[in-house]
């Protein structure tokens, strides 16, 4: 770095300031897709707390539960 010419440090600052212009979206959409991912996680919870009874009835109907508790 410290030897650099003038030229040669202009088009190393430049090409630092192009691979983070490219590296942030990806990020930007990488906590885009976690977002999402954890919203449908939440309505998922809710949906199967709703139905958990429906749930372990019928799972308590066809796989024998009483071997594992």
Known sequence: MYNMSRQ???RETDRLKTSY????PTAAVAAIAV???SW???I????I????KE???FLY???PLKEYF
């Open 61 to 63: 109907g066809h796989i």
């Open 55 to 57: 749930l372990a009835n």
């Open 21 to 24: 212009n490219t590296e942030f």
């Open 35 to 37: 977002f999402v991912n």
């Open 49 to 52: 707390n709703k139905y958990e």
């Open 8 to 10: 040669q440090y202009m």
């Open 40 to 42: 449908r996680y939440t």
């Open 44 to 47: 998922n919870i809710k949906i």
